[in-house]
């Protein structure tokens, strides 16, 4: 069982960039692959924004943050974090990690076992 735990949002001007952080707790969370969600205001569910594998090496990125965002992971530190650059208002949500055990790239939220209780960014001028 691992537990996680965002951090780094906050209030981030147009344009501007922000990393964000999620800490497991438990062991072997170098067997975990993990995601980014987010849900965004007037979004009733959470959408994709990137997964990376268990061991770091293999990222993917929902289309509109291709190229913005950077997902990588730290198995020493058991922390993973979320790079996102050139951001906008719809930007703006609560950014959430979670994690199953898979050799795999995992995208299906519903495929996660463990999530985290969420990071609010807000990007606004």
């Known amino acids: 069982q691992v537990q996680l735990v965002e951090s780094g949002g906050g209030l981030v001007q147009p344009g501007g960039s922000l990393t964000l952080s999620c800490v497991a707790s438990g062991s072997a969370f170098n067997t975990y692959a993990v995601g980014w969600y987010r849900q965004r205001p007037g979004i009733g569910h959470r959408e994709f924004v990137a997964?990376?594998?268990?061991?770091?090496?293999?990222?993917l990125y929902e289309q509109r943050v291709e190229g913005r965002a950077t997902a990588s992971k730290d198995n020493a530190k058991n922390t993973v974090y979320l790079r996102m650059t050139e951001m906008n208002s719809e930007d703006t949500a609560v950014y959430y990690c979670a994690a199953v055990v898979s050799t795999k790239l995992v995208l299906n939220p519903t495929s996660y076992d463990y999530w985290g209780q969420g990071t609010q960014v807000t990007v606004s001028s």
């Open positions: 997964c990376v594998s268990w061991d770091g090496r293999n990222a």
